[in-house]
């Protein structure tokens, strides 16, 4: 009989929840040093939004989530209009959750280390 390698996903031991849709499927992604990755989502409706994430090991990163109008300030070099809906410290494997209303945001990793950073995400909305 022939040995195989099975190898689990960084983001195998998060659930998704049972009720939720993938908006944006695993992805693993190198962070620059001192840059950022994002993704564009829309949510069809309000939801429970969760991202999960798995990060480099001994990393750590900050994972921002802006409203699409925010997002269009800074893209035109603006400072954005108010707070963004999560701006926090990430680091291992976990899940981040927030409630969003109907509308595009933007999902962003940034890195301010001086090294690049492996990490690898999802985002999931429960509609209520």
């Known amino acids: 009989m022939p040995v195989t390698s099975v190898y689990a996903g960084p983001l195998d031991s998060i659930p998704i929840d049972p009720g939720a849709t993938t908006i944006h499927p695993e992805k693993t992604v190198t962070v620059s040093a001192n840059g950022a990755v994002g993704s564009d989502i829309h949510v069809s409706s309000r939801a429970f939004l969760s991202i999960d994430f798995a990060v480099q090991p001994g990393r750590q990163v900050t994972l921002l989530v802006i409203t699409?109008?925010?997002?269009?300030?800074?893209?035109?070099?603006?400072?954005?209009?108010?707070?963004?809906?999560?701006?926090?410290?990430?680091?291992?494997?976990?899940?981040?959750?927030?409630?969003?209303?109907?509308?595009?945001?933007?999902?962003?990793?940034?890195?301010?280390?001086?090294?690049?950073?492996?990490?690898t995400y999802r985002v999931c909305a429960r509609a209520f």
């Open 68 to 119: 699409g109008a925010q997002k269009r300030e800074m893209d035109a070099g603006k400072q954005i209009t108010g707070r963004p809906q999560v701006r926090a410290p990430i680091d291992g494997a976990a899940s981040q959750s927030l409630t969003v209303n109907q509308g595009g945001y933007y999902v962003a990793i940034l890195n301010s280390n001086p090294q690049a950073v492996s990490v």
